[in-house]
């Protein structure tokens, strides 16, 4: 990470008028490929929010895509979360923006807490009952109230994070039971395989589990209605299956430059 920052300032707010057009054309594109998929699948327009991924992107693209319709953003690493966030959160103020959605996608250590619970809304990123119970315990001591989304690894790939599908029920129960943050919804990513039917599984499952969530009808379950999945290359599966929100960098800002 330190080599990375060495490369580029993500609190950098100033870009060039032709990438702030690369940026809003790639937000249009993606939004209108969100209504177009929504659409098609007989669901309403505005069932699905478009969430800006912005690992790696400096505050100036950020406020490019927030000027082109942008309202949710979400970064993977805390550390940039503490680069970017007040200088991207008064700049949207600026912008008349006062509803901007700031969450955190990536996984979050214990020590790194302290770090996001000023600036994010939510962590979506939440693996077990243990953190989430830790995040709780923090932002009670900030007097703060976050959302978190429990993340569960529905595609069983080693090399992605979140809960054992055979564990989310009875973790999801019991984080909704806690004080200081709110279940508010499920997070996965999508099987890394060119086959539509293991990857539609995947997603299928979180639906079914947040169904079965919801009809318990169990204190703090009410608002777990959120469904977090779907990114560039798999969206218009994710919102075949019931997505409500889906994660896009690429789509976006184009490429990244670095990991």
């Given at each position: 990470?330190?080599?990375?920052?060495?490369?580029?300032?993500?609190?950098?707010?100033?870009?060039s008028?032709?990438?702030?057009?690369?940026?809003?054309?790639?937000?249009?594109r993606?939004?209108?490929?969100?209504?177009?998929?929504?659409?098609?699948?007989?669901?309403?327009?505005?069932?699905?929010?478009?969430?800006?991924?912005?690992?790696?992107?400096?505050?100036?693209?950020?406020?490019?895509?927030?000027?082109?319709?942008?309202?949710?953003?979400?970064?993977?690493?805390?550390?940039?979360?503490?680069?970017?966030?007040?200088?991207?959160?008064?700049?949207?103020v600026?912008?008349?923006?006062?509803?901007?959605?700031?969450?955190?996608?990536?996984?979050?250590?214990?020590?790194?807490?302290?770090?996001?619970?000023?600036?994010?809304?939510?962590?979506?990123?939440?693996?077990?009952?243990?953190?989430?119970?830790?995040?709780?315990?923090?932002?009670?001591?900030?007097?703060?109230?976050?959302?978190?989304?429990?993340?569960?690894?529905?595609?069983?790939?080693?090399?992605?994070?979140?809960?054992?599908?055979?564990?989310?029920?009875?973790?999801?129960?019991a984080?909704?039971?806690?004080?200081?943050?709110?279940?508010?919804?499920?997070?996965?990513?999508?099987?890394?395989?060119?086959?539509?039917?293991?990857?539609?599984?995947?997603?299928?499952?979180?639906?079914?589990?947040?169904?079965?969530?919801?009809a318990?009808?169990?204190?703090?379950?009410?608002?777990?209605?959120?469904?977090?999945?779907?990114?560039?290359?798999?969206?218009?599966?994710?919102?075949?299956?019931?997505?409500?929100?889906?994660?896009?960098?690429?789509?976006?800002?184009g490429?990244?430059?670095?990991?």
């Amino acid at each position: 990470m330190t080599a990375y920052l060495e490369h580029k300032d993500l609190a950098n707010e100033k870009i060039s008028p032709e990438r702030a057009t690369q940026i809003a054309d790639g937000v249009h594109r993606t939004l209108e490929a969100v209504e177009r998929a929504t659409s098609e699948v007989g669901r309403y327009s505005g069932d699905v929010k478009l969430l800006a991924a912005t690992k790696t992107r400096d505050v100036g693209e950020i406020l490019a895509a927030l000027d082109a319709g942008i309202r949710t953003i979400g970064e993977n690493r805390p550390q940039e979360v503490q680069i970017k966030a007040e200088a991207v959160k008064r700049l949207a103020v600026a912008a008349g923006i006062d509803d901007l959605g700031f969450h955190l996608i990536g996984q979050l250590q214990s020590n790194k807490i302290n770090k996001v619970i000023p600036w994010v809304d939510t962590i979506e990123s939440v693996d077990s009952l243990a953190e989430a119970t830790k995040i709780a315990t923090r932002a009670i001591s900030h007097e703060r109230h976050l959302n978190v989304f429990l993340e569960v690894n529905e595609s069983g790939e080693e090399s992605k994070s979140g809960c054992d599908p055979t564990r989310a029920y009875d973790e999801a129960l019991a984080i909704a039971a806690l004080d200081g943050v709110s279940l508010t919804g499920l997070m996965t990513i999508g099987a890394h395989v060119d086959d539509e039917a293991t990857i539609r599984a995947g997603f299928t499952h979180l639906r079914e589990l947040r169904d079965r969530l919801l009809a318990t009808g169990g204190d703090g379950l009410a608002q777990c209605r959120d469904l977090s999945m779907g990114m560039t290359s798999d969206m218009e599966y994710a919102i075949d299956e019931g997505s409500t929100i889906v994660r896009v960098g690429t789509g976006i800002f184009g490429e990244r430059a670095f990991i």
